[in-house]
């Protein structure tokens, strides 16, 4: 069984940072696992909306929002994942997921940002950031 724990979220000003965790149970993180985990993300009133990937084999994606303010990376040992978010705006304000699914990120191409490709998902964790 899967289980996907966030943690991290709170509150900041704008311009500060957060460390955002997702903690992995049954789920393996290891290099030539095929999948895919990545961080999304729901605004009050908005459709949620992948902000970044990491493949098994350590690529990146991100959503262009957040390219250069974001950082997404893992460990496999701990099988664990993180998004390193730094100079948050406001429009960052949202609950943040951790998902996963059993496919490369390279074959979703444009995709991953698509909540529809995911199977496993975290339970949120809120990130409010004030101006």
């Known amino acids: 069984q899967v289980q996907l724990v966030e943690s991290g979220g709170g509150s900041v000003q704008a311009g500060g940072s957060l460390r955002l965790s997702c903690a992995a149970s049954?789920?393996?993180?290891?290099?030539?696992?095929?999948?895919?985990m990545a961080w999304f993300r729901q605004g009050p009133g908005q459709e949620r909306e992948g902000v970044a990937a990491i493949a098994s084999n350590g690529g990146t994606y991100y959503a262009d929002s957040v390219k250069g303010r974001f950082s997404i990376s893992k460990e496999n040992a701990k099988n664990t994942m993180y998004l390193e978010m730094n100079r948050l705006e406001p429009e960052d304000t949202a609950v943040y997921y951790c998902a996963a699914v059993g496919v490369r990120c390279d074959f979703l191409g444009s995709t991953w940002r698509r909540s529809d490709r995911f199977t496993y998902w975290g339970q949120g964790t809120q990130v409010t950031v004030s101006s």
């Open positions: 049954g789920y393996t993180f290891t290099t030539y696992s095929t999948n895919c």
